[in-house]
């Protein structure tokens, strides 16, 4: 066999192949020379060898043993923008001090000033504070922005839109504006004055949320809790011992509200000159705004619109009640938030605390409310305890409300907030739409039965839809801090 030699192509990258036989000789390796160990037999007379002790299974911790496990830690704080609580606390507290001086405030009104006086009164006073609940939406667009430059501009911002929009009520409901029509005075001075309450009800209002998201939640809490004495001893001047009737409630809630409004247009930034974080974290989301300010206060008017001032003002009372146990339960939710916050690995046993707390604490008072609705409202007056019957069949449905205000709670502590925003803002129009559509007549109490039933319907769909949604339930979520 005669060897030719190798022919030598190119690869596709235009390389040689290298010749196989230009490959060095292979080397051989002797065994013989190889260095080798003798190991060591093992056997019976084998001196025991040093050995590493095995780590036992790592066992579960025991709850009991550790003194911490079951501490409340409602009382830490947390450090928030600017170095305060979080915010949600103190406007949820803010409203609960609001509601229940408020509530006082109407006791007082309703012996000083007969039933339709007190209806037509509580109109315009529900106005007002619709505005101002739905006022904060405003200032949104400015979050990124520092707290001082956010309360420059919420004057700018917040008066012009609540001003025109309580003056086009006035306008377009002329029994508003004739409710504090000053005697000799033009027709428009009811308008303007109700166009003034909004303006300062709203500044108020977008004042609260920037302090809060600043870090200044106390100064919230401090004047809500100020206010309240202040209006019961308007009332008490105005109605008691001017003799002024529906005008003078009115007036005892606008008067506070413009006096406070007033300096704090100057006031508030110069508080603020020095704090840091977003100016508008506090605000919170427009559909949550929506749908509590149409819940607590639209359904009022709509009411006494529909059935006159004496039903209206027997109706007011009862809802007052009802705003106020909600909004005990919604404040007692809210610590859940900040302790997820502090402990994110027991958010499961933390949840189920808070909802084992909000059940003991509500389900007896609800019942307790019930047995004593009738002596509750007699308090009021004589006039008002026909509507015994229609506040037990609002607090059977608060009964089954907790059950949404705990999911509330789980979904702002772990950051689903919103789901619950869309469900509060459909019972409240659901709740709106049984009051409009429902069938009756004038000074008729007992027909407003079934607006409590369409509200007690509306609540059980709401807490079955928040049972079956998987979401509400997820507890292995990163959790937001405050």
Do not use: N
């Amino acid at each position: 066999m005669v060897l030719e030699a190798a022919t030598v192509r190119p690869d596709h990258f235009g390389r040689t192949h290298p010749d196989p036989r230009a490959d060095p000789p292979t080397v051989v390796l002797d065994p013989s020379r190889a260095r080798t160990e003798e190991l060591q037999q093992v056997g019976p007379e084998t001196p025991e060898t040093s050995r590493i002790p095995v780590a036992p299974e790592a066992a579960e911790p025991d709850p009991s043993s550790d003194p911490f496990s079951e501490a409340d830690t409602a009382d830490i704080p947390i450090v928030g923008p600017g170095g305060g609580r979080p915010d949600g606390s103190a406007l949820a507290l803010s409203a609960l001090l609001g509601s229940a001086g408020g509530l006082v405030g109407w006791l007082v009104a309703a012996h000083v000033v007969p039933v339709t006086a007190l209806g037509d009164a509580q109109l315009v006073v529900s106005v007002v504070l619709l505005l101002a609940a739905l006022a904060p939406a405003v200032i949104r667009p400015m979050r990124g922005q520092r707290p001082a430059r956010v309360a420059w501009m919420a004057p700018l911002l917040v008066v012009p839109p609540a001003a025109v929009a309580g003056l086009a009520c006035g306008l377009l409901v002329p029994r508003l504006a004739g409710v504090v029509t000053i005697p000799g005075a033009p027709a428009v001075t009811g308008p303007l004055i109700v166009a003034a309450g909004c303006a300062a009800g709203g500044l108020l209002a977008a004042h609260d949320v920037v302090l809060a998201g600043a870090g200044k939640p106390g100064w919230v809490v401090w004047r809500s809790a100020l206010f309240a004495p202040v209006q019961i001893g308007a009332v008490v001047a105005l109605c008691a011992v001017a003799g002024l009737g529906a005008d003078g409630v009115v007036l005892s809630w606008l008067g506070p509200a413009a006096a406070w409004a007033v300096p704090a247009v100057a006031a508030v930034p110069l508080l603020l000159s020095r704090a840091s974080g977003d100016g508008s974290s506090g605000v919170p989301a427009v559909i949550s705004l929506v749908g509590t300010a149409l819940l607590y206060h639209l359904v009022p008017i709509v009411v006494t619109v529909r059935f006159g001032s004496a039903t209206g003002a027997v109706f007011f009372v009862a809802w007052q009640v009802f705003v106020l146990v909600d909004l005990g339960a919604a404040y007692t939710v809210h610590a859940l938030a900040g302790a997820v916050a502090r402990e994110p690995g027991r958010t499961g046993e933390l949840v189920a605390r808070a909802r084992r707390r909000l059940l003991i604490v509500f389900l007896p008072l609800i019942a307790l409310g019930a047995a004593l609705a009738g002596p509750l409202l007699t308090a009021f007056g004589p006039a008002y305890a026909d509507a015994g019957d229609l506040l037990r069949l609002m607090l059977l449905g608060l009964a089954f409300r907790l059950v949404v205000t705990h999911e509330l709670g789980v979904r702002q502590a772990l950051g689903h907030g919103v789901g619950f925003d869309r469900l509060q803002l459909f019972s409240a129009v659901l709740v709106l739409v049984v009051a409009i559509a429902l069938p009756g007549t004038a000074g008729d109490v007992t027909e407003l039965r079934l607006v409590a039933i369409g509200y007690i319907i509306v609540q059980v769909a709401c807490a079955a839809a928040v049972l079956v949604i998987p979401a509400a339930r997820r507890t292995d979520v990163e959790v937001r801090a405050p």
